[in-house]
């Protein structure tokens, strides 16, 4: 089974320093990993994806991803946050070896970023 | 390019009642899937369609009916609605499998029932 689990509830961050939102997860197999923002009354939208490759993943609106296989962990990063990232960030996860299966997502994490 | 479209946007069932939530995409995506999202839980999947006629149980899939006669559309299909049900409930579509290409997400429906 997969599983995602994203440990804070809530991020609180000042405009301008860097932030971190946490991931972790659990498969059998090797994962894919994604990261996603919600917006108030808005669906998801994807912010980046790890699949293979490079451990450090750039993706939408300057944040990036590290994967750090060891730790089973896939944290969220942007070096200078904006009051227009406070969103509702998720991580989902995929284990490749699993035959098909569908996306498993993390309960979300709030991120307020005060100006 | 409308994306992934939902209607209604709001509404409000009483117990027992039935409805039919609609989900429509434009960008000829095999994949598509509902999930309902509650407080503090993150999404659950309900059901999924790997291509039109083709349909399959997620996580959730009790007190709801899909089917997938067109590659755009999948509807969610609730018989006898209950106040579990109620949730906000999203469609998502993508070009293949969920696991290597991203899911694109509809607005949502926000469902009460009473």
């Known amino acids: 089974a997969q599983s995602v689990a994203q440990p804070e509830d809530q991020v609180n961050v000042a405009e301008g320093n860097p932030l971190t939102v946490k991931c972790t997860y659990s498969?059998?197999?090797?994962?894919?990993l994604f990261w996603y923002v919600q917006y108030p009354n808005r669906g998801l939208q994807f912010l980046l994806k790890?699949?293979?490759?490079?451990?450090l993943v750039k993706g939408s609106y300057g944040f990036e991803a590290e994967f750090n296989k060891s730790q089973t962990s896939f944290h969220l990063k942007k070096p200078s946050a904006l009051v227009s990232d406070s969103a509702l960030y998720f991580c989902a996860v995929r284990d490749m070896n699993s035959g098909y299966s569908t996306l498993t997502f993390g309960k979300g994490t709030m991120l307020l970023v005060s100006p | 390019n409308a994306g992934v479209t939902q209607t209604p946007k709001f509404r409000i069932l009483k117990i027992g009642q039935s409805m039919t939530l609609q989900c429509t995409q434009d960008?000829?995506?095999?994949?598509m899937y509902w999930y309902r999202q509650d407080p503090g839980m993150g999404l659950k999947l309900i059901y999924y369609s790997v291509g039109a006629g083709i349909t399959d149980k997620g996580e959730v899939p009790n007190g709801y009916n899909v089917s997938r006669s067109t590659t755009e559309d999948f509807p969610l299909r609730l018989e006898l609605a209950a106040p579990s049900q109620t949730s906000v409930y999203f469609c998502a579509s993508s070009r293949t499998s969920g696991e290597v290409n991203e899911q694109f997400f509809g607005p949502g429906t926000r469902l009460t029932v009473l």
């Open positions: 790890y699949i293979t490759g490079d451990n």
């Open positions: 960008m000829n995506h095999n994949y």
């Open positions: 498969v059998s197999g090797n994962p894919y």
